[in-house]
């Protein structure tokens, strides 16, 4: 994960807003973080990163929903069952669109690492997209602006003690993206918790 992170690091500083929009609908969280990290540091402008990071996210979201809403099960059986996506979970999923509808949509993105699953499973169950769409830009907005607020702390720290202790910036990129781990494996543990 460290070494993917500076890639896309080394990335981002070359190709600029160009490269951030694709990568974050690939990679969002942790594109954001660095992205986030560079505008702190002065290559980017942080509400640009934000509306880039929402923007992404629900790309994503969309993409699976209409592969759900088309393929159906067929996309679970295929594709789907490489990203994690399995029968037992969309049909679990299905329970709570028809209990608590789009609020399932934002608790999910903005607490859970159910997000694929879910996004499919809205697509199956042929969720009204306008209601899709307002919920999970909600969930985005929660979800990104955190992201942003946490990379843009990281490159405020990075850019304070640099000028003290050279090689402090690679630390404070990796503390960023281990606190990004913690925090996906926080989501999974809500994910397991929220299934029960």
Request: hydrophobic content about 55%; charged content about 15%.
């Amino acid at each position: 994960m460290e070494q993917t992170g500076q890639i896309i690091f080394q990335f981002l500083k070359h190709y600029g807003y160009f490269a951030m929009l694709p990568l974050m609908i690939v990679e969002g969280p942790v594109v954001t973080i660095i992205a986030a990290m560079l505008a702190s540091l002065g290559a980017f402008a942080w509400p640009v990163v934000l509306l880039f990071s929402i923007l992404g996210d629900m790309l994503g979201d969309v993409l699976l929903y209409g592969a759900g809403r088309k393929w159906g099960m067929g996309f679970v059986h295929g594709p789907g069952k490489y990203l994690g996506i399995t029968e037992k979970l969309v049909l679990r999923m299905e329970k709570y669109f028809q209990k608590h509808g789009g609020t399932t949509i934002f608790a999910v993105k903005s607490t859970t690492g159910l997000c694929w699953a879910t996004f499919a499973a809205a697509g199956i169950v042929k969720m009204d997209f306008k209601k899709f769409l307002k919920y999970s830009l909600l969930g985005g907005v929660v979800w990104s602006g955190f992201l942003v607020a946490m990379g843009y702390f990281y490159g405020y720290l990075w850019r304070s003690i640099k000028q003290y202790i050279s090689w402090v910036g690679w630390i404070i990129f990796a503390a960023a993206i281990i606190s990004f781990i913690a925090i996906t494996l926080y989501k999974k543990k809500q994910a397991k918790e929220f299934l029960k």
